[in-house]
Nanobody, 124 residues
Framework: QVQLVESGGGLVQAGGSLRLSCAASGLTFRFYNMGWFRQAPGKERQFVAAISGSADNTYYADAVKGRFTISRDNAKNTVYLQMNSLKPEDTAVYLC?????????????????WGQGTQVTVSS
């Protein structure tokens, strides 16, 4: 049974930083692509970043490019999202997701498994 558990969310002032973690179990982690998405109240789920199983390829939404960094540690079955220069508009529940296939990693519709999410709130 695949499980994804996010942690690291919280309240931070604008300009601050947070590091999110997503611990995976029940899968051969290095074979799976990982994605981070976010969802604000009343809004659709939005792609943030994705990383291939080998970490050779990373992808970012334009809104976070240059501020957020996705990485993974396959020995620890964990993917990270380092978020710097946070803005109030980054406020959302952040969710990690995984899929085996490497296509369309920016689309939330194609991911197989999801975590429960962690709240990130950025105050102005």
């Amino acid at each position: 049974q695949v499980q994804l558990v996010e942690s690291g969310g919280g309240l931070v002032q604008a300009g601050g930083s947070l590091r999110l973690s997503c611990a995976a179990s029940g899968l051969t982690f290095r074979f799976y692509n990982m994605g981070w998405f976010r969802q604000a109240p009343g809004k659709e789920r939005q792609f943030v970043a994705a990383i291939s199983g080998s970490a050779d390829n990373t992808y970012y939404a334009d809104a976070v490019k240059g501020r957020f960094t996705i990485s993974r540690d396959n020995a620890k079955n964990t993917v990270y999202l380092q978020m710097n220069s946070l803005k109030p508009e980054d406020t959302a529940v952040y969710l990690c997701a995984t899929k085996r296939d490497g296509r369309r990693l920016t689309s939330p519709d194609v991911y197989d498994f999801w975590g429960q999410g962690t709240q990130v709130t950025v105050s102005s």
